[in-house]
């Protein structure tokens, strides 16, 4: 484990009736994916702040195999990205691999994800070929991509597929940044010199339930978009823009009236739902406002994004 050519960065949150079945595929495909291309490797599991016995099994684990496994427990629940950080200051490997810890991304494909890494790309993320997930979530996780494409300009087909590849140097370049709040896959974009993408399988949650609901979904896409882009605020802009010319033509119109054909009575409906989506449109600024600010509080706090409370690791 001195210097792995390979590191895989598995996030693991109440994971524990699916852990053994993960241990019972991960490692025998490392250890094949080892012989095969004369390579070393490493993984390195990060409990995030687990409510159940998940951190006990992966005590387990690095007890039966500590030549290859690191494990990273965190004194609270810090979010999976997070996780995924810490994962990167702890490895060692010149190629890394993120991977959920649900199995619906086989551990079998680490192998694709490597030879394309061995191609001279520095980044490569995955598309899933049928996803296993029902239509609304499918339908909305392609509308928040199409969307935040558009914002962003960050190029990623299958934003919530975590099984990726990075190089060492994108990977330090990641460790670089102390912000407070990031999307991992979307950073390494920006830093990568060669991305590319492949098509890999999807099974179902092999236990356990998702820990994405459709607010965390929507929560995310809102942070990737404010995160990497000023986009929001100049669209607003504009639209503020267009509105307040359009408000004056009005109130021309309507003092043109006023003159040449007399006061109205009627239209007293209409002034009040044109009033209600001013103060709509009024109060979804305050809130896109908000929430550049609240980016910039939460990184002035200058508090420690994750707590780590143990690291198990084989000492050389």
């Given at each position: 484990?001195t210097?792995?050519q390979?590191s895989?960065?598995?996030p693991?949150?109440?994971?524990?009736?699916g852990l053994?079945s993960?241990?019972?595929?991960l490692y025998?495909a490392?250890?094949q994916l080892a012989i095969?291309?004369?390579?070393s490797?490493?993984?390195?599991?990060?409990?995030?702040g687990?409510?159940?016995?998940s951190?006990?099994?992966?005590?387990?684990q690095?007890?039966?195999r500590p030549?290859?496994?690191?494990v990273v427990l965190?004194?609270?629940n810090?979010g999976q990205?997070?996780?995924i950080m810490?994962?990167?200051e702890?490895a060692?490997g010149?190629?890394?691999?993120t991977?959920?810890?649900?199995?619906?991304?086989?551990?079998?494909e680490?192998?694709?994800?490597?030879?394309?890494?061995?191609e001279?790309?520095?980044?490569?993320?995955?598309?899933?070929?049928?996803?296993?997930?029902?239509?609304?979530r499918?339908?909305?996780?392609?509308?928040?991509?199409r969307?935040?494409e558009r914002?962003?300009?960050?190029?990623?087909?299958d934003?919530g597929?975590?099984?990726?590849?990075?190089?060492?140097?994108?990977v330090?370049?990641?460790?670089?940044?102390?912000?407070?709040s990031?999307?991992?896959?979307?950073?390494a974009?920006?830093?990568?010199r060669?991305?590319?993408?492949?098509?890999?399988e999807?099974?179902?949650?092999?236990?356990?339930?998702?820990?994405?609901?459709?607010?965390s979904?929507i929560r995310?896409?809102?942070?990737?978009?404010t995160?990497?882009?000023?986009?929001p605020?100049?669209?607003?802009s504009?639209l503020g823009?267009l509105?307040?010319?359009?408000?004056?033509?009005?109130?021309?119109?309507?003092i043109l009236r006023?003159?040449?054909v007399?006061?109205?009575?009627?239209g007293?409906?209409t002034?009040f739902?044109?009033?209600f989506?001013m103060?709509?449109l009024?109060l979804?600024?305050?809130g896109?406002l908000?929430?550049?600010?609240?980016?910039?509080?939460q990184?002035v706090?200058h508090?420690?994004?994750y707590?780590?409370?143990a690291?198990l690791?084989r000492?050389?």
């Amino acid at each position: 484990m001195t210097n792995p050519q390979i590191s895989v960065v598995i996030p693991v949150y109440n994971e524990e009736a699916g852990l053994a079945s993960l241990f019972a595929r991960l490692y025998p495909a490392l250890d094949q994916l080892a012989i095969s291309q004369e390579t070393s490797y490493e993984i390195v599991f990060v409990n995030d702040g687990s409510r159940d016995r998940s951190a006990a099994i992966l005590r387990e684990q690095w007890e039966r195999r500590p030549d290859v496994t690191r494990v990273v427990l965190f004194a609270a629940n810090a979010g999976q990205h997070m996780a995924i950080m810490a994962g990167f200051e702890h490895a060692k490997g010149e190629i890394m691999i993120t991977l959920d810890a649900d199995l619906q991304n086989p551990p079998e494909e680490i192998g694709a994800l490597v030879a394309k890494m061995q191609e001279g790309y520095d980044y490569v993320g995955t598309i899933r070929r049928k996803r296993q997930d029902n239509f609304f979530r499918t339908w909305a996780s392609k509308a928040m991509n199409r969307l935040r494409e558009r914002i962003t300009r960050i190029k990623i087909t299958d934003q919530g597929n975590m099984l990726r590849a990075y190089s060492r140097n994108v990977v330090d370049a990641i460790n670089s940044c102390k912000e407070v709040s990031t999307f991992i896959p979307a950073l390494a974009y920006t830093f990568a010199r060669r991305p590319t993408e492949i098509v890999v399988e999807h099974e179902e949650r092999s236990a356990g339930e998702s820990k994405y609901s459709l607010y965390s979904l929507i929560r995310l896409n809102f942070d990737l978009m404010t995160g990497f882009s000023l986009v929001p605020l100049q669209w607003f802009s504009m639209l503020g823009i267009l509105i307040s010319l359009g408000s004056a033509g009005l109130f021309v119109m309507l003092i043109l009236r006023r003159i040449f054909v007399g006061p109205e009575a009627e239209g007293l409906f209409t002034l009040f739902a044109l009033a209600f989506f001013m103060i709509g449109l009024a109060l979804f600024g305050i809130g896109l406002l908000g929430e550049y600010v609240g980016r910039i509080y939460q990184q002035v706090r200058h508090r420690p994004r994750y707590l780590v409370e143990a690291v198990l690791e084989r000492k050389e």
